[in-house]
């Protein structure tokens, strides 16, 4: 395996940063989660973009343009022959003192790593996941938006906690005024008679690369998609609930807080865009090699 750090290329066991990087101390940077699929790298252009926007919002000076980034990517695939995978971006503060003050970091670290992915076993996608509501409230965005992609994954990570422990597969996390946000890596939409509703971005979540390709397919199949702010008896009560996301794709949710949503078993529009997903990565992708 060659990770691409800062720029060179260097083997699995050499790849490695600073206990000076304030990406380590602080959890000072930014990172992307990116799917290849059949040759070709998933929604690359949104997937930099936005690695871009979260950076932007730290002051975090990325030292490529997003045009040479995304050809790094690229680059990192082809080394690693990379057919389907799962790459992992990270840009970090870089090194500085034991202060917290970013200018004391002149430069700005990344490495890309380009590897296979552990899928969730096919039976999750027909049989349903089960969450669980964390007690662990998701980011208040006024402290620490959850549209920035950050390295600082704490907020989730108390989430996962509880998930594990009430042995469920994901948690929904609300936000600061009891609104649902998301799972604690993915998006979350729910189905009410045909209609299809996710929360909104203002709703204190991060605006998944999957989220916005599935709001696009469900419209080109014909059906209304609301982003509405609902609280979690919404969920319970729904015909049908699915979450989304790099790792997870369009997966169902079978049952939250022990309670089955709809009959308990993945729904009719769920499995209509699992397939519409499934058949969207075969062709929308920036093709790793030409
Ligand atoms: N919300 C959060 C908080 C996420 O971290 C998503 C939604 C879905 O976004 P995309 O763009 O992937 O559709 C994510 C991304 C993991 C893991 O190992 C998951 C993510 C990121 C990093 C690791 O489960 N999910």
Redesign the pocket.
């Known amino acids: 395996m060659w990770i691409c750090l800062d720029g060179e290329f260097v083997p699995r066991d050499q790849a490695k940063v600073s206990v000076f990087d304030h990406g380590l101390l602080y959890g000072d940077g930014v990172?992307?989660?990116i799917r290849a699929y059949h040759g070709r790298v998933f929604r690359l252009a949104q997937?930099v973009r936005?690695l871009y926007d979260s950076a932007r919002t730290i002051q975090l000076q990325i030292p490529l343009t997003p045009a040479q980034y995304g050809e790094v990517i690229l680059e990192t695939c082809r080394r690693n022959q990379i057919h389907d995978g799962y790459i992992?971006a990270v840009v970090t503060r870089g090194v500085g003192d034991l202060g917290l003050d970013p200018r004391k970091c002149p430069l700005a670290s990344y490495f890309i790593i380009a590897a296979g992915i552990q899928l969730y076993p096919e039976s999750c996608y027909e049989q349903g996941l089960k969450v669980v509501t964390c007690a662990t409230r998701r980011n208040d965005p006024t402290a620490l938006d959850?549209a920035v992609?950050s390295l600082n994954?704490l907020n989730?990570i108390l989430g996962r906690i509880e998930v594990n422990r009430a042995n469920a597969d994901e948690g929904l996390m609300l936000n600061s005024l009891g609104n649902v946000s998301?799972?604690?890596?993915?998006?979350i939409f729910v189905v009410r008679d045909g209609v299809i509703l996710t929360p909104p971005i203002a709703a204190g979540?991060?605006?998944?690369?999957?989220?916005?390709?599935v709001i696009e397919l469900a419209r080109a199949a014909g059906f209304t998609v609301k982003e509405e702010f609902f609280n979690v008896q919404v969920v319970y009560n729904a015909d049908e609930c699915f979450l989304?996301?790099?790792?997870?794709e369009v997966i169902p949710v079978r049952e939250l807080d022990g309670r089955e949503i709809g009959d308990g078993q993945p729904g009719a529009v769920t499995r209509q865009l699992i397939a519409a997903f499934r058949e969207l990565v075969k062709h929308d992708g920036t093709p790793i090699h030409g």
């Open positions: 990172f992307e989660g997937h936005r992992r959850p992609k994954y989730n998301e799972a604690t890596g993915d998006n979540i991060l605006q998944g690369i999957t989220r916005d390709a989304t996301g790099t790792a997870a």
